[in-house]
């Protein structure tokens, strides 16, 4: 057997877990004259291109911010439009994403939810639940401080059920709080749109993340850009606060 070279042998591994912050939608839109809406719609041939080259670049978990919890202040049509376009998307997507052994989860609060959209959620997740080639994680109505808000208030009332201590909570017993729980964190988040901050997405699970932000607007963001992105992550050094 030939000995792979020296680069290759040394060669840091791809992301496991890559998260994206979709922005850029509107203003994609706006500079063609169009409704936001149709940026959007735009949008969603992205989302089903990238999935497609996870599965190339054999990135085990993408989790994709569809819609946060503050994007509910949006006007009415706006909301009710994106709402569209996520059942337009899990009913045109999902035969071929459950035959791609792609196994779906959402996170974020399904209260505010329409009752469709909750059932669409719970028949894709159950559908693809046994699927293990790439985990597709949908943050909808998502908002990192609300997830350690109730996963605070989930361990609360363990403490006052008397089931555990309080000397017992760990960072540990706060994650397996979280609706993340079982999926690990992501090692690359990558932005578009050219914003830098977070915008309340994954503010746990990002602790020691790689952050990367594009400057291309969601919808033409490509396949390419994620390779990209993937090299660059590559070539960063991860110390997690040791000093070498
Ligand atoms: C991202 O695009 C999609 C959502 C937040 C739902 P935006 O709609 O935020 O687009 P910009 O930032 O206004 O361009
Ligand atoms: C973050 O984008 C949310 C999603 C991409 C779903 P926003 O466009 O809502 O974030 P801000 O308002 O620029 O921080
Ligand atoms: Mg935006």
Not at 28 to 45: E, M, S, V, Y
Not at 54 to 78: D, G, Q, V
Not at 87 to 101: A, S
Request: charged share 25%.
């Amino acid at each position: 057997m030939s000995q792979p070279a020296a680069s290759q042998a040394l060669a840091p591994s791809p992301p496991r877990h890559v998260a994206i912050i979709m922005d850029g939608n509107g203003r994609w839109a706006k500079a063609r004259g169009l409704p936001r809406n149709l940026g959007h719609r735009q949008g969603i041939d992205t989302v089903r291109d990238i999935v497609r080259a996870c599965r190339t670049l054999r990135i085990e978990y993408l989790t994709l911010y569809a819609f946060s919890s503050e994007n509910w202040k949006r006007p009415e049509t706006e909301v009710a439009g994106l709402m569209d376009l996520l059942r337009l998307f899990i009913r045109r997507e999902l035969d071929d994403l459950w035959r791609n052994g792609v196994c779906i989860r959402m996170i974020g609060d399904r209260t505010k939810l329409a009752p469709d959209i909750v059932q669409l959620i719970a028949d894709s997740e159950a559908k693809t639940r046994d699927n293990r080639t790439l985990t597709l994680t949908i943050a909808l109505s998502y908002g990192g401080q609300d997830e350690i808000v109730t996963a605070a208030r989930r361990i609360a009332e363990q403490v006052a059920a008397g089931k555990l201590q309080p000397s017992e909570i760990t960072a540990q017993v706060l994650e397996n709080n979280l609706e993340t729980a079982g999926i690990p964190d992501p090692d690359l988040v990558i932005r578009t749109s050219g914003e830098q901050r977070l915008s309340n997405f994954l503010l746990w699970q990002t602790a020691y993340s790689e952050l990367i932000f594009i400057d291309k607007l969601w919808p033409d963001f490509s396949a390419q850009d994620l390779a990209d992105a993937v090299i660059e992550f590559q070539r960063r050094e991860r110390r997690y606060g040791a000093s070498e």
